[in-house]
């Protein structure tokens, strides 16, 4: 696959992520907290580990 298509894919992917989010933000406004794909990965992480007992 050429990068030029490649590239025109990704545009409409993001373009369409951009007005889920949009209509998402429009619909439940402040119902939705909004995260970086890194601090969701930390929370699932901290979530499957075992905690640790401190006595």
Do not use: F
């Not at 030029?4 to 889920?20: P, Q």
């Not at 402040?30 to 401190?54: F, N, Y």
């Amino acid at each position: 696959m050429s990068d030029a298509l490649m590239n025109g894919r990704r545009i409409r992917v993001l373009t369409i992520v951009d007005e889920v989010c949009r209509r998402v933000q429009g619909s439940l406004g402040e119902q939705v907290q909004w995260t970086h794909c890194s601090e969701l990965a930390r929370i699932i992480a901290a979530q499957d580990s075992p905690r640790q007992v401190v006595s």
